[in-house]
């Protein structure tokens, strides 16, 4: 079992910037891509951005990139999303998630930290 959290959430002003935190426990932290969704109200939860387990490689929707960044700290086993000239339509719940490195799907997930950007 991998545990999840998530810190970092909050109120900011449209293109303020937060850093979301997702604190790892319980596995070895190293061996899971690590993952951010966010799910808006009345809508479907959507991928945001992943990174690899030590390379570093990192892929984005094309509706955050160049304005989000993420990234770990396999040492402290946390991973991070950097949020930068943030939108109203950025507003969702942010989840981040974990899968073992050869699995499809991922296999754990937070329990979600608001962000809301104001117009």
């Known amino acids: 079992q991998v545990q999840l959290r998530e810190s970092g959430g909050g109120l900011v002003q449209d293109g303020g910037s937060l850093r979301l935190s997702c604190a790892a426990s319980g596995r070895t932290f190293s061996n899971y891509v690590m993952g951010w969704f966010r799910q808006a109200p009345g809508k479907v939860r959507e991928f945001v951005a992943r990174?690899?387990?030590?390379?570093?490689?990192?892929y984005y929707a094309d509706s955050v990139k160049g304005r989000f960044t993420i990234s770990r700290d396999n040492a402290k086993n946390t991973a991070y999303l950097q949020m930068n000239s943030l939108k109203p339509e950025d507003t969702a719940v942010y989840y981040c998630a974990a899968r073992y490195f050869y699995n499809p799907d991922y296999d754990y997930w937070g329990q979600g930290t608001q962000v809301t950007v104001s117009s």
């Open positions: 990174i690899g387990r030590t390379d570093g490689m990192t």
